[in-house]
């Protein structure tokens, strides 16, 4: 039996796959949610969980394994200051793949990736109005 060995190539040769799963953990990290298909989530989930591990614990070896995928300097700080920092209590699944219907054109399962402590930007607006509103109440 064949069970949950090897990877889905994709359709794509090997240095495609390679700069396609780089760029799409950059955006994952920098925009902490993007939306793909199914497919291509449940691969690139896998890259970004070892590194978000890397992240964890900030040491220069670490640094340059995770340095390999991440060719953006400022992406590469957010993950070792911000991201794995956050994640530092967690032991494992920092992603989560969320459902969101299926594109028009091919009919492919469309999901969004994020992180697990991914915040809408309209709630944390709306947080602050109403903690301002709180304050000149109580003011």
Sequence with gaps: MNHKNGFNPLSRNSAHQRAMFRNM???????????????????????AEKLITRSKIDSMHNRRIVARYIQDKVILVKLFV??????????????????????????????????????????????????????????
Excluded: P, W
């Design 25 to 47: 953990v950059t955006s994952l990290f920098r925009y902490e949610r993007i939306m793909t298909t199914k497919a291509k989530a449940l691969e690139v989930r896998k890259i």
């Design 82 to 139: 911000v991201i794995g920092q956050r994640m530092k209590e967690r032991q494992g699944g920092y992603t989560h793949v969320l459902k969101f219907g299926f594109r028009k054109g091919d009919v492919a399962n469309v999901v969004f990736l994020e992180l697990i402590d991914y915040k809408f930007q309209k709630e944390e607006a709306n947080e602050k109005k109403s903690d301002k509103k709180n304050s000149e109440a109580n003011a």
